[in-house]
């Protein structure tokens, strides 16, 4: 109920609420937009920009009315035994593709993944897909989507085989991973060698840059990255030894480490200032910038 009211009442010009250019909406599911379900929320507990600790949240993306881009995540928890809703609003200039965009890269973009999903399914079982999980982290944004298989014997149950990821914007850095630990691994792999996708079948490739040329794994984005693996590796220890305070600060290093990453692969990406025609490159194109947060009425 508050997102469908946000959707409109965080609107406080008179004219621009009038008009309704400025309106949201719940976008649909994201893996069947056509049937007109509404995308539920999804309960999390995690810690989102601005605040100061993990905590358990229910949380919710919008989008622009009539359009399919993200326009910003509206999540609810209890602070200090209040309840609190906040809204984190992207900028009007951005466009952060929304959860309908992202399970359609996701899922079509890459032909290997493509083809494992197909896999799952056969005459006997069919793929089901969870809630797909759109969450602001170093930099960009994080998208988490369960993958379940279900038999078509009668009274089956869906078991969860793959996990789908991207980091970005759905489709430059993307895998499907048995687990969630495997899937930021697999990410952080492909941030390190700067992967982008495959184009689309019946396109060429992109031009290489010439023999030499090439990105390389600098010392700095190497650093970082190593600095990401290990971070996770304190969370899961601080995990399975059942130490919440421990966790939270993992979690928050984690994300510190995430955010240098970020920097350091931007960095790495960055055209050199001698270079006098840029040329196209396997890179892909750095993340969104984050959302900036607003918070809401409590």
Known sequence: ?????????????????????????????????????????????????????????????????????????????????KPQLQVWELPDQTAVQGPV???????????????????????????LYGNLLSLPFGGGMLYVEPVYVKSNQENAYPVLQ??????????????????????????VDQGKQGAAPPPPEGENPPQQPPAGSGQQLTPELA??????????AEVKAARAAGDFER??????????AMAEFQSALDAANRPS??????TPSATATPPPASPSPTPGGG
């Open 1 to 81: 109920m508050q997102r469908n009211l946000l959707a409109r009442f965080h609107v406080t010009d008179p004219g621009e609420f009038f008009n309704g250019s400025d309106f949201w909406e719940v976008p649909n599911t994201p893996d069947a937009p056509d049937t007109g379900v509404k995308q539920p929320p999804y309960y999390l507990l995690t810690q989102f920009p601005e605040q100061n600790e993990p905590r358990f949240q229910i949380t919710s993306a919008v989008t622009p009315l009539g359009r399919q881009n993200l326009a910003a995540l509206i999540s609810g928890s209890y602070v200090d035994g």
């Open 223 to 232: 650093a970082a990255a190593d600095k990401v693996e290990a971070a996770w």
């Open 162 to 187: 793959k996990v789908l990821m991207s980091y970005g914007d759905g489709g430059s850095y993307v895998v499907l991973a048995n687990t969630l630990q495997e899937g930021i691994k697999e990410l």
């Open 273 to 278: 200032g001698n270079t006098a025609t840029p």
């Open 101 to 127: 965009q992202v399970h359609q890269r996701m899922t079509n973009t890459n032909a290997q993944i493509r083809q494992d999903l197909n896999l799952l399914s056969s005459n006997q079982a069919q793929v």
């Open 247 to 256: 966790e939270g600060k993992a979690l928050k290093a984690f994300d510190d």
